[in-house]
C-alpha cells in the first residue's frame, strides 16, 4: 500500500512537471528538423531528387502553419502566453531556412529557386502580419522594417550567389557578401533612428519575446548559411571575413543593457575590443581579398581601419560626430588621393635640409661676429629686464609708529 501511495505521488508530480513546462513542443521541432536534415542528406552533402525537396518545403510550410495557429489559439483564445510564445518562436526558427532548404533549392535550379523563395518571403511577411497583429506587441516602424530587410537578404542570398557562380566565386565575392552581413545591424540602426513612431497597439512585455526573435534569428541565421555557403562553393575562409561581422556585433553593442550574466563593464570592453580585434584579424588577409577600384588600392586591413574609426565615433564619440566624420573624411581623401608616404619623406627631407642651412649660416664663424652677437643680445636681454620691472606694481608703503617703512 506505501509502495503504491509513493508511485501515485511520483506520478503526479511527473504530471504537474509535464503540465507546468510542456516540453512537447521542443521534442516536436527537434524531430522536424532532425527529420528535414535527414530527408535532404544534410549530413552527408549529397544532392537530392528535386520532387523530394519541394514536398519538403511544402511539408516544412504546413507545419509553420500549425505552429503558428496553434500559438495563435493559445495566446488569444486560451490566454496561455507562455506555451503560445514557445511555439511562436519556434516557428520562426522554420521561418530563417533553419533546414537549408530554401538555399538548397536556389543552389540547385536558380530559375525556379529565385520563384520558390521569393514565394516564400511573401509567406513570411503574411506570418509576420499575423503574429503582429495577434500579440500587438511595442514595436517600432524601423524595427519591423529593420525584420523585413533581413528576411529579404536571407531569402535572396543564396538566388545571388548562384547567378554570380560561373564555375567558381572568387574569395572578394564571399568578403562582399560578409560586409553585407555586418552592414545589416548598421542598417538596423539607422532604421530604428530614422523611424521611431511605434505600431498601434501595446502589451505587456513578456509577449515581445517571438518578435525579438524575428529581429535576432535572420541575421543568426545568414551567418550559419554563409559559413555552410563557404563549403558548398569550396571558397577558404580568411580571418578578415570575420571583420565585418565583429564590428556589426560591436554596433549592435550600442543598444545592449546590462543584465546578471553580462555587466555593464563587460559590454564596455566588448564595445573596445571588437573594433580592435576586427582589425587585427585583417592584417594577414590583405594578398588574397585586396583589390582596386578608381585607381586606389583597397585591402583588408584598410577596409577594417575605416570601419572600425566610424564604429567608435558610433559608439563613444557622437556628439562631436560631425566633426570627427569631416576629419576622418578629409584626412582618408588626402591618405587615398594625395602624395604616396615616399613622396612625403622626400618633401620632409628638403624642407628639414632648408631650415638646417638657415640655421648654420646664422651660427658666427670668428670672434668679430661672436662680439657682435654679444652686443646685439646685451641690448635685447637690457630691454627684456626693462620690461619685467616694468610689468611689476609699486611698493606698498606701510606707516608704523609714525615712521614710513616700504615694502621690499
Not at 58 to 82: F, M, Q, S
Not at 131 to 157: C, D, N, W, Y
Not at 278 to 303: D, Q
Amino acid at each position: 500500500m506505501t509502495a503504491r501511495v509513493r508511485f501515485g505521488n511520483v506520478r503526479s508530480r511527473v504530471l504537474r512537471l509535464i503540465a507546468e513546462h510542456n516540453p512537447f513542443y521542443l521534442i516536436s521541432a527537434a524531430c522536424m528538423l532532425a527529420g528535414c536534415l535527414a530527408l535532404t542528406n544534410s549530413l552527408s552533402w549529397s544532392p537530392i531528387a528535386l520532387r523530394r525537396l519541394l514536398m519538403l518545403i511544402a511539408t516544412l510550410n504546413v507545419y509553420e502553419a500549425a505552429l503558428l495557429g496553434l500559438g495563435v489559439v493559445l495566446i488569444a483564445k486560451r490566454g496561455l502566453r507562455r506555451d503560445g510564445r514557445i511555439l511562436l518562436v519556434l516557428q520562426a526558427i522554420f521561418l530563417v531556412d533553419a533546414t537549408f532548404l530554401n538555399a538548397e533549392i536556389a543552389t540547385m535550379q536558380l530559375t525556379l529557386g529565385a520563384f520558390i523563395n521569393a514565394l516564400l518571403f511573401a509567406l513570411a511577411m503574411v506570418k509576420l502580419r499575423v503574429v503582429l497583429k495577434i500579440l500587438r506587441p511595442r514595436i517600432t516602424r524601423g524595427e519591423l522594417a529593420s525584420m523585413v530587410v533581413q528576411l529579404a537578404v536571407l531569402f535572396a542570398l543564396p538566388c545571388v550567389l548562384r547567378r554570380i557562380d560561373h564555375g567558381s566565386i572568387s574569395p572578394i565575392d564571399f568578403y562582399a557578401v560578409w560586409w553585407i552581413l555586418g552592414l545589416l545591424p548598421v542598417v538596423h540602426a539607422l532604421l530604428t533612428h530614422a523611424l521611431p513612431e511605434d505600431l498601434d497597439g501595446r502589451s505587456p512585455a513578456t509577449s515581445a519575446v517571438p518578435v525579438k526573435a524575428y529581429l535576432s534569428l535572420p541575421w543568426l541565421s545568414l551567418l550559419v548559411h554563409v559559413s555552410i555557403l563557404h563549403y558548398v562553393y569550396n571558397v577558404p575562409f580568411f580571418g578578415a571575413d570575420a571583420a565585418p561581422v565583429l564590428l556589426g556585433l560591436a554596433v549592435a553593442m550600442k543598444r545592449a543593457i546590462p543584465t546578471r550574466f553580462v555587466t555593464l563593464g563587460q559590454l564596455r570592453t566588448l564595445r573596445v575590443m571588437l573594433p580592435i580585434a576586427a582589425v587585427w584579424v585583417s592584417a594577414n588577409s590583405s594578398w588574397a581579398l585586396g583589390f582596386s577600384a578608381l585607381g586606389i588600392s583597397i585591402t583588408t586591413a584598410k577596409l577594417a581601419l575605416v570601419g572600425a574609426y566610424l564604429t567608435c565615433v558610433y559608439l563613444f564619440l557622437m556628439t562631436w560626430a560631425r566633426y570627427f566624420l569631416t576629419g576622418g573624411a578629409l584626412a582618408g581623401m588626402a591618405f587615398a588621393f594625395g602624395p604616396s608616404m615616399s613622396e612625403l619623406v622626400d618633401v620632409a627631407d628638403i624642407i628639414l635640409t632648408w631650415v638646417l642651412n638657415i640655421l648654420e649660416s646664422l651660427v658666427p664663424k670668428n670672434a668679430s661676429q661672436w662680439g657682435i652677437v654679444g652686443v646685439v643680445f646685451g641690448f635685447i636681454f637690457l630691454v627684456i629686464g626693462a620690461a619685467v620691472s616694468l610689468m611689476r606694481p609699486p611698493p606698498v608703503i606701510e606707516v608704523k609708529s609714525g615712521i614710513p617703512v616700504q615694502d621690499t
